[in-house]
C-alpha cells in the first residue's frame, strides 16, 4: 500500500506562486507515475500533471506554461511548481500514483488526502 502525504498548499494573490510537495512511503510499480488533479467546489476532480519515472510529461491545457511537474525519484518525491497563478486555480490538489502514466483519475490507484490551495484576486 503505498501512502502519498501532500504539503505545500496556502493562500496566494493572483499572480502568485506556490510549490507542492507530495512524497511516496515508498517506490513500486504502482507509484510508475505520479500525478496532480484538483477539484474545486461543486465540480469533478480534474487532471492538472503527471510525470512518469521515463520523464514522460502531460498537462491541461489550462495550466501549460504556468504550471510544472518534478520529480526527484531518490526522495519518491513529486512537486507541482504554480506559477501566475489565478482565481480560477482555487481548488483542493490531490496528489496521486497509479502503474501507469494518464490524464484519467481511474487510472490512478492512490491518493493523498489533499491541500488547499487559494488564489485571491
Known amino acids: 500500500q503505498v501512502q502519498l502525504v501532500e504539503s505545500g498548499g496556502g493562500l496566494v494573490q493572483a499572480g502568485g506562486s506556490l510549490r507542492l510537495s507530495c512524497t511516496a512511503s515508498e517506490r513500486t510499480r504502482s507509484s510508475y507515475a505520479m500525478a496532480w488533479f484538483r477539484q474545486a467546489p461543486g465540480k469533478e476532480r480534474e487532471f492538472v500533471a503527471a510525470n512518469s519515472l521515463l520523464r514522460n510529461t502531460y498537462y491541461a491545457d489550462p495550466v501549460k506554461g504556468r504550471f510544472t511537474i518534478s520529480r526527484d525519484n531518490a526522495k519518491n518525491t513529486v512537486y507541482l511548481q504554480m506559477n501566475s497563478l489565478k482565481p480560477e486555480d482555487t481548488a483542493v490538489y490531490y496528489c496521486?500514483?497509479?502503474?501507469?502514466?494518464?490524464?484519467?483519475?481511474?487510472?490512478?490507484?492512490?491518493w493523498g488526502q489533499g491541500t488547499q490551495v487559494t488564489v485571491s484576486s
Open positions: 496521486s500514483a497509479g502503474s501507469r502514466i494518464s490524464r484519467t483519475k481511474e487510472e490512478y490507484d492512490y
